[in-house]
């Protein structure tokens, strides 16, 4: 074999210099398109925090809203609307865990190829839908003949969560190896003991995690709560989900509407609360994603 | 250079016929007709979508023995014993025609459940696929599962003394099973199979992610467990059928007009037979080294 001309290395020519510069300029677009996305975060919980972090004080967790304030007067917090979230979505989860999972358990373990495409195919149309479609639809289907309600809020965002942690389910289901399955069965052991018995507890911290997504994702909507649970809200703390509760999302819309300049800065306040509850909840959930990940590598 | 490779190859293959001799000083078999049937497999064609893997395959298994089913890659092998526990029924286009009776009793039927056939004909996979919980759940968990819960640390212990991993594990039966080695992985494996008692046990390649020490350890199993089970083997290690089955079936891959393939079985025998003797051209090839 003859050595090769080595000469070419050393000398560049114009083609090779322009993809040089071609290679560059389309890193530096890559790189400030992920640093727009990052700095947006960024812009957001700042702004958020700038004004609303300052506001934040022991009365807006603890006191009821005073429904009519005056300039200068007592201004009460905000305990109302934060018991009233943390009811609808604890109901709201209630409901959507277990038929998400029970969803992702018959599609992933059970059904046919074609029951499986079509109710995946379903998930996701019924995740496109947006909140406040559902919203009206829970209006007419439950609001109307029984009034605003709390357990009326929560199966509207029930309905938003299920599509979420149905999908996800079903992603981490996928993940369990089918040698398990095969190990199981292989024993006599029936197909229902080894989907409860191997499968589901391989799953369950994806399933979590999946879950905390879709709480702090539907922990924020606004649109569906308007619709069902906040006509008539009660001043003080509310645990009844029989009752209109308040909520946080609907309570910042509200607040952001009126005209004393102190409604203003407990908005922002309660914005704050909301995206740090949002915030600390997809950190957990990503860092019980990790978790769930390295055991089901380990069983691999 | 070519007198060089045949010369390799004469040797090579006269180290196996060898190695058959040495390992084949065992009891010799009774005539088949005194041998108890355990399968009794008849024109056996098993199909995935459109194609068929194994087609026309016709042979019995019998109690007791070892019986190792060799070939190359392709012909059907697993396929062939995934069928006696139906674990074939997963796979959504798979259909098969013909029949296996086992003990007399047809259990390639529709109308057959194919958890009970499971329940007395265990399994052993290629890759050790111990569940991820601790040593003594991996036994104990089929165990309670199907009902045998008395004495349960005794039929624990039992199973893992007979897969011998026993005084490997005894100190240590609460932690993980991922911690133990491949070897002892596959051992808890067979110890999981058959602490639920079954009748007959299959192994799907057992040893072939073992190294040869754990893949020994395995084989002596075997004869050691022979006489209160039925094992049917399935192996491409040639040495190893003719170190450890009474009987070994040879399939091959037959190629049609169209160049469709499938698996057929060529020749079925005494292990020494077809090792030293074997009737059909095709599986002296094989066993010899000349193809495959």
């Known amino acids: 074999m003859s050595s090769a001309d080595l000469s070419v290395l050393q000398r560049p020519n114009d083609r090779l210099r322009r993809r040089r510069w071609v290679n560059r300029g389309m890193e530096l677009l890559a790189w400030l398109a992920a640093a727009t996305a990052v700095a947006l975060l960024g812009i957001v919980v700042w702004s958020v925090a700038k004004r609303g972090a300052s506001e934040l004080n022991l009365d807006l967790l603890t006191k009821p809203q005073v429904a009519f304030p005056v300039p200068g007067g007592p201004q009460g917090g905000l305990v109302n609307a934060f018991v009233g979230t943390l009811v609808i979505v604890g109901i709201a989860t209630l409901m959507a865990l277990p038929v998400g999972v029970l969803v992702a358990l018959y599609v992933n373990e059970f059904a046919p190829a074609v029951v499986r495409r079509g109710v995946g195919l379903t998930l996701d149309v019924l995740n496109g839908i947006p909140a406040i479609v559902i919203g009206i639809f829970v209006f007419g289907l439950i609001v109307v003949g029984h009034g605003d309600s709390g357990l009326a809020g929560s199966f509207a965002l029930a309905v938003l969560m299920l599509p979420l942690v149905a999908r996800s389910a079903i992603e981490v289901l996928a993940l369990v190896p089918g040698s398990l399955r095969e190990a199981s069965l292989g024993l006599g052991v029936p197909r229902w003991r080894t989907t409860l018995g191997i499968v589901l507890p391989q799953a369950v911290g994806g399933i979590v995690t999946g879950a905390v997504l879709a709480v702090a994702r539907v922990a924020g909507e606004t649109a569906p709560l308007l619709f069902t649970t906040a006509v008539g809200v009660s001043a003080g703390a509310d645990w009844n989900p029989t009752h209109p509760l308040a909520s946080v999302p609907v309570t910042i819309f509200e607040l952001s509407d009126q005209a004393l300049e102190s409604q203003h800065a407990q908005a922002w306040a309660a914005a704050f609360v909301l995206l740090m509850f949002i915030l600390v909840t997809s950190l957990t959930a990503r860092w019980l994603a990790n978790r769930s990940r390295r055991k089901l590598q380990r069983a691999a | ?292």
């Open chain 2, 1 to 292: 250079m070519m007198g060089q490779v045949r010369g390799d190859l004469v040797s090579a293959s006269s180290t196996i016929e060898q190695a058959v001799r040495v390992e084949t000083k065992r009891q010799p078999l009774p005539p088949r007709e005194r041998l108890e049937q355990v399968f009794d497999i008849q024109d056996l064609t098993a199909i995935y979508g459109s194609k068929a893997a194994l087609k026309g395959v016709t042979m019995d298994v019998y109690k007791n023995l070892v019986t190792a089913v060799i070939g190359p890659s392709g012909c059907g092998k697993s396929t062939f014993i995934r069928c006696f526990n139906r674990m074939n029924d997963l796979v959504p286009s798979f259909r098969q025609t013909g029949t296996i009776r086992y003990h007399g009793q047809d259990i390639a039927g529709k109308d057959v459940d194919p958890v009970a056939v499971r329940r007395t004909i265990g399994m052993v996979f290629q890759r050790p696929n111990p569940f991820p919980k601790s040593i003594q759940d991996n036994v104990a968990w089929g165990l309670k599962v199907l009902g045998m819960k008395d004495n349960l640390s005794e039929r624990v212990e039992r199973a893992l003394t007979q897969a011998a991993l026993w005084d490997e594990v005894k100190d240590r039966l609460k932690s993980s099973a991922l911690g133990l080695s491949g070897g002892q992985q596959q051992r808890l494996c067979i110890a999981r199979a058959i602490a639920v008692e079954p009748d007959v046990v299959l192994m799907d390649e057992p040893a072939s992610a073992l190294d040869p020490i754990a893949t020994q350890a395995i084989e002596q199993l075997l004869h050691e467990l022979k006489s209160e089970y039925s094992f049917v083997i399935v192996t491409h290690n040639m040495q190893q059928a003719a170190r450890v089955a009474d009987m070994t079936a040879f399939f091959s891959i037959s190629r049609g007009a169209e160049g469709e393939r499938w698996g057929e079985l060529i020749e079925y025998d005494a292990t020494e037979k077809i090792f030293t003797a074997p009737s059909d051209k095709r599986t002296e090839d094989y066993v010899t080294g000349r193809f495959g």
